[in-house]
């Protein structure tokens, strides 16, 4: 056991800013915490947008069902961040706290992501 690594785990994520036009769109390696997640998208959003639009207090993690492929489920605690990383398939969406909407298909531009990366809904 001690020489045990354990499989990589990694999804899909779609970053949408608050004007609904400004996005990032990739794949991520999830590391064990959710802390640690929080963090990489801080220095993605840093990366490529500059340190003003960087606070992660501004944005709220959620996540796909492939199940309930229509509804975002915020990722708010490490209990749950641990299920979504179990799952087969990962699509994460990060919001702006002003967009209001946790039905995909109210929101254009991650219906479309979603529709390309999973095309059977």
Same mark, same amino acid.
Request: charged share 30%.
């Given at each position: !056991? /001690?020489?045990? +690594?354990?499989?990589? +785990? ?5 970053? &949408? ?6 996005? &990032? /769109? ?10 640690? &997640? %929080?963090?990489?998208? $801080? /220095?993605? @959003? ?5 340190? /003003? *639009?960087?606070? !992660?207090?501004? *944005? %709220?993690?959620? $996540? ?6 229509? *509804? ?10 641990? =299920?979504?990383?179990?799952?087969? %398939? ?7 706290? $002003?967009? =209001? *909407? %946790?039905? @995909? =298909? ?14 059977? @809904?």
């Amino acid at each position: !056991m /001690e020489n045990y +690594v354990p499989p990589e +785990v990694g999804a899909d994520f779609f970053l &949408l800013y608050r004007d609904n036009y400004s996005f &990032l /769109e990739g794949w991520i390696c999830l590391d064990d915490k959710l802390e640690s &997640l %929080r963090h990489l998208f $801080h /220095e993605e @959003i840093e990366f490529a947008w500059g340190s /003003e *639009y960087s606070d !992660m207090n501004n *944005y %709220r993690i959620y $996540h796909i069902d492939v199940e309930d492929k229509n *509804y975002l489920k915020e990722i708010n605690d490490q209990h749950y961040y641990q =299920e979504v990383r179990g799952k087969d %398939r990962i699509f994460l969406v990060i919001l702006h706290k $002003h967009i =209001e *909407y %946790r039905y @995909i =298909e109210n929101i254009p531009l991650v219906f479309e992501w979603f529709q390309k990366h999973f095309p059977t @809904i």
